[in-house]
């Protein structure tokens, strides 16, 4: 598997699963540990180049998994990220200089990983979901981004959307407003009210002239990104790069 390695330990099994989803869609390779004792041996085993670890575990914590895992020489130099539901003080005070405070959001999951790891290896291609009910139009957005060296991934109504965004978190999402089932709406009103996924880049392709939510949505201040559709692939394809460099 293409992507540096990631190592999370965390006895909370949703707090891992957002780290994952989040850092997938960025291109790392990620392991997971429920227990410290857990995490020193895929450490060991497999030589991850961060750790994200829980201060808080039952049985060994994070400090004692940690000072167990600098005695090896897989963790000697191993940069550590401390994840913790203490307030920040809290955390500071205890000799931690670099930690997430649970729960987590997406932009600060990866500029913190960024910070400390290595970009995915060999450039590895930003995720960009489509979401669109007609199935040639899908098609032919993911063939534009693939040329463009994205991941051009396709869905084809709004539920889909959401599960996979869920599975793992995408860089971006292209979204057809008007789609069976759950609508383009409900897809942008569920990421911005997810606590991990809520500033995902969003480029609604409409034919609608006014957006029935009036560019916004209630209590948001982000006004929503729109190509016309049909999209001229240069037109897209600067909409894509705007966003990322936007979030």
């Known amino acids: 598997m293409a992507g540096e390695r990631i190592l999370i330990a965390d006895d909370e099994a949703e707090a891992r699963h957002q780290c994952r989803v989040t850092l997938e869609g960025a291109g790392y390779q990620v392991l997971e540990a429920a227990e410290a004792a857990e995490m020193v041996t895929l450490a060991q085993a497999h030589r991850p180049q961060l750790l994200l670890v829980d201060l808080l575990m039952p049985g060994m914590d994070g400090f004692e998994a940690i000072a167990t895992l600098r005695q090896h020489a897989a963790g000697a130099t191993l940069p550590i990220l401390y994840l913790s539901t203490l307030a920040p003080q809290e955390v500071i005070s205890q000799g931690v200089a670099r930690y997430l405070t649970k729960p987590f959001e997406r932009e600060t999951v990866i500029q913190a990983v960024r910070a400390l790891a290595p970009p995915p290896r060999g450039g590895a291609p930003t995720r960009v979901l489509v979401a669109d009910d007609e199935r040639d139009i899908v098609e032919i957005l993911c063939d534009y981004l693939e040329d463009a060296g994205f991941l051009g991934v ?7 959307a959401i ?7 995408p860089g971006a999402l292209i979204l057809d407003i008007k789609m069976p089932g759950v609508d383009g709406y409900g897809v942008i009103r569920w990421v911005k009210r997810h606590p991990v996924h809520r500033r995902l880049p969003i480029i609604v392709l409409t034919a609608t002239k006014l957006l029935r939510i009036d560019h916004q949505l209630p209590g948001h201040s982000e006004p929503l990104f729109t190509v016309p559709k049909p999209c001229p692939p240069a037109q897209l394809l600067a909409a894509v790069q705007e966003r990322l460099h936007a979030a």
């Open 163 to 169: 599960a996979a965004i869920e599975r793992q978190s």
């Open 154 to 160: 396709g869905v084809y109504d709004g539920q889909e």
